[in-house]
């Protein structure tokens, strides 16, 4: 079934696909050839088999079945195919075969793919109430409620409009059948691959335009739940519509290549097979061959292609832990290429993938990519949710009738019954959708207990966020990423560990800014929920801030006071009570290191006969002495009035100034003078000069102003170098 089959590539026409379409094809360990769609419909002329035995017209699907499942029960399916037979029985395709045919390939389609008895039977009636006189009641009464459901939800799949003038709530309500069950999906997929199989009936603008529609939805769906297997080939089938020139050189490309009398992927799969055989781990060996698309993004990626560039050596194992112990093999007895080592095991794709990534080098310089799994990480990659089976067939030792037992399903479809629900509107749930489809990379970030987070390429700090707490995300104040501060805007990359730095007001708003850093809709749904339920705080978030300032004296856009001269004396006011052996001498705290007790000190003399008082540490100290200023003993009295500039540094949130200020008016501070710097990256830094009647009160004047929410650090200002 997939595109991106194993062991050999060999172009050739696709019978009844678009014209000119060619896929690779290979070996399978029960070769089944193409099904001759003309004599399956005539097969299906011949009107149903006798009861208990099965119509011929089946045999290939009972075939492809059976395979997967051997102790399958066939009597739905023969059921069903009696019952769609004899409903379609004188419809036609366009193509001129029996309309049979349809519902008969796409069941073949999902056979292979290994689905289970349920969707087989649903898939043969996927049409009959859409096209025919049965109802689903009836399909009910003979097949149960389970099939039925199935049966609905893809009927109301096909009167979706999935263009751009897609009506939103139906594709909405579209997604939320399929939320509730994949396997409605999944059928939706197996029927339109099968169409676009046959759409070279069609005039060339309808072809182009399910092309796109294929392209911008369904495959990234495909993607999404995980079924290489029809993405692959839905994606080659596309390419083949949309760039015909482009399709037909890389076409040439692939044939070329077959007719090689060298193989460098052959050879480096005998040399795995040879190093593999001497450890001793039973595995099987085969060669992967790019699909078209795949081949033609390598292409223009590298330019000129290598032989080993169109396809990849994929090693089967039994244990996962044999995955890793072939890794250890190769590496140790091959040249790896340790920069496309990928673990993709331990922490899966967010569509169920699971297998190691390496590459290895030849001793001509090319770099073979080797992919290890397991033979059931192999059916998942190739099905995804298909290969899961039944989602809500009670596990053998759980008796529990239609519960869900096995919730595994891929996160991004989880998440997107969350979605649809968060959404204030459908058309914002569509755009977001949109968007989320376009994205076709994954990261995945670690949080600080190990577990992994799945985000979009791009993902910012908000994402994450979104993602580890819903929406009592409001209240993230800031982030660490590797150990290190960052702010909510800070773009992830893969494999960093993310600690997302939480407040504890249940009353927490987002940012309206936080919108233009959220890339996955799980973010974005859940900032705009909370901006639409609260118009009139989100319309306030900016102006409230400046309120509080202006309440308090205090403007963001406040220019630093200039650093006085080392000759310039602080305010009568910033005195404090210094004494100075300069009898008769005024004294003076120097606003440029603003001394506090119990601050080591140092006193000189400056013109008018006062005393300016510094830190020892301060800058201006040394400078001073080396320019000859006489230096005056000083030291605290007994009352310790003082005045003291603090710098705290602190993520961006509404309502911040406000709630700061509070907390030092509460620790007696009166706030002589303030500086707010332009916000940059989402941090702000706030200068205060403060008045406290006692020094003792600094430590808990930091520490209420390090426990407002936002704010991750309080310091003294540092002494600064003083101009000449």
Known sequence: M????????????????????????ATRRKARPRIDLRRL????????????????????????????????????????YVLAESSHRGQMRKSGEPYITHPLAVTLILAELGAETTTLTASLLHDTVEDTDVTLDQVRDQFGEEVRYLVDGVTKLEKVDYGAAAEPETFRKMLVATGNDVRVMSIKLADRLHNMRT?????????????????????????????????????????????????????ELIVRNAARTDDPLAEVADEVRGVLREADIPVEVL?????????????????RLRGSDFGRVLVLVNEDADCYAVLGELHTCMKP????????????????????????????????????RTHQMHKVAEAGVVALGNPYAPAPEDPADGERVDPTRPGWLSRLLDWQEAAPDPDHFWSTLREDLAQDR????????????????GATCVDAAYAQYGEDAHACLGARVNGRLATLSTVLKDGDTVQLLMGQDPASEPSREWLEHAHTPAARIAIQRWLTAHPAQAESQQSEARVAENRTGIRPTDVPEPDPSPEQPADRSATGNVLADLPGASVRLARCCTPVPPDGITGFAVRGGAVTVHRVECAAVARMKDGGRTEVGVRWGETAECRVTLVAESFVRPHLLADLTEAMASEGAEIVSATVEPPTQQQVRHTYTVQLPDAGHLPGLMRAMRDVAGVYDVSRAQPQPQGG
């Open 337 to 372: 290429v340790v920069s496309e080592f990928k673990d993709f095991i331990a922490v899966p794709k967010f569509n169920l993938y699971q297998s190691l990534h390496t590459a290895v080098a030849r001793e001509d310089g090319q770099v073979v990519e080797v992919l290890i």
């Open 41 to 80: 419909g005539r097969a299906a002329l011949l009107g149903p088999a006798a009861r208990g035995r099965l119509p011929d017209a089946i045999s290939h699907v009972v075939e492809a079945h059976r395979a997967h499942h051997p102790e399958a029960d066939l009597e739905p399916l023969r059921h069903a």
């Open 287 to 303: 060669i992967r061959p790019r699909h078209f698309v795949s081949l033609h993004r390598v292409s223009r990626k590298r330019g």
């Open 442 to 457: 994954e990261i995945t970030v670690f949080r600080p207990d190990g577990g992994t987070l799945g985000l979009p390429e």
């Open 199 to 251: 759409l070279g009936v069609m005039r060339p603008e309808k072809q182009e335009r399910i092309a796109k529609v294929t392209r911008d939805v369904l495959i990234p769906l495909a993607e999404r739940l995980g079924v290489q297997a029809l993405k692959t080939e839905l994606e080659d089938l596309v390419f083949a519509i949309l760039h015909p020139e482009e399709y037909a050189h890389t076409r």
């Open 2 to 25: 997939s595109a991106e089959a194993t062991n050999s590539v060999t172009p050739g026409p696709m019978p009844g696909a678009v014209s000119g379409a060619v896929t690779p094809t």
